[in-house]
């Protein structure tokens, strides 16, 4: 069963604005990661965030977690073009930490 | 290079004809898996291992048999592939728990 769930599931803004895009959950879990895949390759892992931390920065990368809401936030600042790609989030659960759950993603684009 | 290779990376092939899709890492990780991307269903987990010789299924294991015999390798095995196994496949692996996923590029295989 999905355990992230993104939102919006897709998103087009223009170059130099911000993009942000929302993660649900429904288990606890021992932290959340944001991944990003440019169309059809292989998933890149862009930061991770522990279920003790709120808000943690990567570069233009922003990404915030509230356990008590079961939400998280993948902010990018000043977005590119070549930011365009599919970002997904994915949660560790506490019951089985080595299985990653991901959400079906945010489609990300970014027009010149 | 650290890197997931997957081979190969497009495949198309016939209901029931046996096939093996291959994937190497040269990270020394001990856990690897298995996961297949369908539109509007994200990534979803086929199987996965943490160490040679111990193989667990993930969410959608039928169909699909894989092997642990070495460290960097993690071979996924289509004994009799039929139309709705069609679909992106990736190859990932990570050390320590709750280290980032590598993912290889992917195969995307079609079954006629």
């Known amino acids: 069963s999905q355990q992230g769930e993104e939102d919006p599931q897709a998103l087009s803004i223009q170059e130099g604005e911000n993009a942000t895009m929302n993660c649900s959950y429904k288990?606890?879990?021992?932290?959340l990661q944001w991944y990003r895949q440019n169309s059809g390759r292989g998933l890149v892992h862009l930061i991770l965030i522990r279920s003790n931390e709120r808000e943690k920065h990567s570069g233009r990368l922003r990404v915030t977690l509230d356990t008590s809401k079961k939400s998280s936030s993948l902010l990018i600042t000043a977005s590119r073009a070549a930011d365009t790609a599919s970002y997904f989030c994915a949660t560790a659960r506490m019951d089985s930490s080595y299985k990653l759950i991901f959400g079906s993603g945010t489609r990300l684009l970014v027009r010149p | 290079e650290a890197q997931v290779t997957q081979n190969p990376r497009y495949l198309i092939t016939v209901t029931g004809k046996k096939l093996t899709v291959t994937c190497s890492q040269n990270m020394n990780h001990e856990y690897m898996s298995w996961y297949r991307q369908d539109p509007g269903l994200g990534l979803r987990q086929i199987y996965y291992?943490?160490?040679?010789?111990?193989?667990d299924k993930g969410d959608v294991p039928e169909g699909y048999k894989v092997s642990r015999k070495e460290k960097r390798n993690f071979p996924l095995i289509l004994e009799s592939p039929s139309p709705n196994q069609t679909s992106l496949y990736f190859c990932?692996?990570?050390?320590?728990?709750?280290?980032?996923?590598?993912f290889g590029n992917g195969t995307r295989l079609t079954v006629t």
């Open positions: 990932a692996s990570r050390g320590q728990n709750n280290s980032p996923l590598h």
């Open positions: 288990t606890s879990i021992n932290n």
């Open positions: 291992s943490m160490n040679v010789e111990v193989t």
